[in-house]
């Protein structure tokens, strides 16, 4: 599939469905309230609870979020790209629909090829969050990306990674594990 495509279909307020370092995700541009409403619609998870942010770069997660100290960017960027994400304090442009309940967004730079690709094509951040019902099992395979949404959403085949289990949340001004 390519990138043209993808970027317009983003553009327009689409959802994809796409592979991540342990299942696939779902994702859409964080900035377009309607495509965000959208990915928790199809998946029937509660707004308050916030979701995850994917990126090619640290670059694309500044707008998202406070400005940090040295040592704070620091720590983040140690453990990136791969499969941690971290917990932190929100800028004051970071929509709501993003954050949830909390003053924080949660963020990763991701290690996985295609999910970075996607980020590196759509020429932004994007949501990330597991293409399931809320609480069910995620998707491991486009089929069952198919299945469970049909026409709904793009989906953007590929391999998963090997890790079985999602990422690592950790909050950066703590230092607290939420998810191992």
């Not at 400005?67 to 941690?84: I, K, Q, Y």
């Not at 709501?96 to 094509?121: E, F, I, K, Q, Y």
């Amino acid at each position: 599939m390519d990138a043209w495509r993808i970027r317009k279909h983003l553009q327009r307020g689409g959802v994809i469905a796409y592979p991540t370092e342990s299942c696939y995700g779902l994702g859409c541009d964080p900035m377009n309230p309607h495509a965000v409403k959208r990915v928790l619609k199809l998946k029937k998870r509660s707004p308050s609870k916030g979701l995850i942010l994917i990126a090619a770069h640290p670059r694309q997660l500044r707008p998202f979020l406070a400005d940090l100290t040295p040592e704070l960017a620091n720590r983040m960027r140690s453990r990136w790209p791969g499969p941690h994400t971290w917990l932190v304090p929100a800028s004051r442009d970071c929509p709501t629909s993003l954050r949830g309940a909390h003053d924080s967004v949660a963020v990763r730079v991701t290690a996985h090829r295609g999910a970075a690709g996607l980020c590196r094509a759509a020429k932004m951040a994007l949501v990330s969050t597991s293409a399931n019902l809320s609480g069910g099992k995620p998707a491991k395979t486009a089929a069952e990306c198919r299945r469970l949404f049909g026409k709904r959403v793009l989906v953007i085949p590929g391999p998963i990674g090997a890790r079985r289990r999602p990422s690592t949340i950790q909050d950066l001004l703590t230092g607290k594990i939420i998810r191992k």
